[in-house]
């Protein structure tokens, strides 16, 4: 599986961007999938995960009800919106994918396949 992330930029605070993350490779509908991010000097962190069953979603509290995350297996695309941008949102995002097992992980390792990354900066 490759992953091309894209929608990345610089923003002033509140707002909004939508990332997009599509698959190339093979069908990622059975495939849980994940946004990470990963500010300067700091570790890469979770942002969000859609399970491949049900759709089920999950957000890091810091971005609950800003952030959005979606799929569309059909583009075999995942997609995160992002509303109400603020400084601290600055990073580069990464979009991530595994073999679906049912339940959402926020651990980086268990992703097999990542995305380059795009940059997104907010500014006050």
């Known amino acids: 599986v490759q992953l091309q992330a894209s929608g990345g930029g610089l923003v002033q605070a509140g707002a909004s961007l939508r990332l997009s993350c599509a698959a190339s490779?093979?069908?990622?509908?059975?495939?849980?999938l994940a946004w990470f991010r990963q500010a300067p000097g700091k570790q890469r962190e979770f942002v969000a995960a859609?399970?491949?069953?049900?759709?089920?979603?999950y957000h890091t509290d810091s971005v609950k009800g800003r952030f959005t995350i979606s799929r569309d297996n059909v583009k075999n695309t995942v997609y995160l919106q992002m509303n109400s941008l603020k400084p601290e949102d600055t990073a580069v995002y990464y979009c991530a994918a595994r073999l679906g097992a049912g339940v959402i992980v926020p651990r980086a390792w268990e992703y097999a396949y990542w995305g380059q990354g795009t940059l997104v900066t907010v500014s006050s």
């Open positions: 859609i399970s491949w069953r049900f759709d089920s979603t």
């Open positions: 490779g093979r069908a990622v509908s059975n495939y849980d």
